[in-house]
């Protein structure tokens, strides 16, 4: 029963987990915006989500563990090479490539998606609740 479950969510899981890694993404830009030749990095959110749901994960290293003592890698390394660098047609003089206005904008857009994710996550939870409930 709960393969069911867990495959009903993966999806909406996986390309949850995006958005909180391109959310991270943009903090660290808008954090780091006065920090000299920072450059901004974000991630295309369809390629990881494709990437991320055939199984590739883009520019990370696979290690051979060759130790039960050796720690396995993160959920959100699946989808750090995916990240890239963001070409600005202005650069500070310092060198810094972040562009407030564009880091707010997709901040607040990526903040939106994700709340959408979560309600739809609520719904197929709640949807899952009643059909239990009424046996």
Not at 23 to 48: G, H, V
Not at 113 to 124: C, N, V, Y
């Amino acid at each position: 029963m709960t393969d069911r479950i867990d495959a009903l969510l993966q999806v909406k899981r996986t390309a949850l987990n995006a958005r909180v890694y391109r959310q991270e993404l943009l903090a660290s830009n808008i954090a780091n915006a006065d920090t000299p030749n920072y450059k901004a990095r974000d991630i295309d959110f369809k390629d990881a989500l494709e990437g991320a749901l055939a199984g590739r994960t883009e520019g990370s290293l696979n290690l051979a563990r060759t130790s039960a003592r050796h720690l396995g890698s993160e959920s959100s390394q699946a989808f750090g090479g995916a990240a890239k660098y963001r070409t600005e047609f202005q650069p500070n003089v310092d060198g810094n490539t972040v562009n407030m206005d564009v880091e707010r904008a997709a901040f607040a857009d990526n903040a939106i998606q994700m709340e959408a994710m979560l309600t739809f996550i609520r719904g197929d939870l709640s949807t899952l609740q009643m059909a239990m409930a009424s046996q």
